[in-house]
């Protein structure tokens, strides 16, 4: 019995890896012709409102990239005031960032006043640069004091986080006090 499940643990753990592959997506490689193509696969397969979706620019790609590593962001970046405030996230929501309930859990505790949530600086929107993928439009934070809810988003992550996503908007629909932005990791740059 006690080589059985010895068995059985090596089997699963060296078997999760295919299995996440194949099941959700993960690390596919998908040659995109352009804007749109990638805007259309976004839409319909992860069901984003590409709207709210940005990309990095080129000059601005690395030094995001290396942000989202150093903070170990897996789709909820945060909740940011304006282009240099950021709430700070929760003991709770640090202790796994990938769980949709912390995450939305997250939101509703910083939706009291700026004096009610403890902050941090994070000038990431003040030094790099983000692009609409639909408007062109620079990133830009609102002037009435609505937070901003940044996630996080590739194509090569596959679907572990389509629910998530789609969670957070309909929350953030019914929701004045909040703007949602969803910035791409994926080289988006290159299919200008």
Do not use: W
Not at 169 to 187: A, T, V
């Amino acid at each position: 019995m006690k080589y059985l499940h010895l068995f059985a643990s090596v089997v699963l753990l060296y078997s999760c890896k295919p299995v996440t592959n194949s099941v959700y997506g993960v690390n596919k490689n998908i040659a995109f012709k352009g804007l749109q193509e990638y805007k259309n696969y976004v839409e319909e397969k992860y069901k984003i409102d590409v709207n709210n979706l940005f990309y990095i620019d080129q000059d601005s790609y690395n030094e995001f990239i290396s942000l989202v590593i150093e903070t170990k962001s897996d789709y909820f970046l945060g909740i940011f005031l304006n282009d240099s405030i950021q709430v700070k996230k929760s003991g709770f929501l640090k202790e796994n960032e990938s769980c949709s309930g912390r995450v939305m859990e997250e939101i509703r505790n910083a939706s009291g006043g700026i004096s009610a949530v403890s902050t941090t600086k994070n000038e990431t929107f003040k030094t790099q640069s983000f692009t609409n993928i639909v408007t062109k439009i620079p990133l830009q934070f609102s002037k009435d004091g609505r937070k901003k809810i940044v996630l996080i988003f590739s194509y090569r992550a596959g679907a572990i986080h389509k629910k998530d996503f789609v969670q957070i908007q309909n929350l953030l629909e019914s929701r004045s006090d909040y703007d949602l932005d969803i910035i791409s990791l994926d080289k988006l740059y290159d299919l200008e």
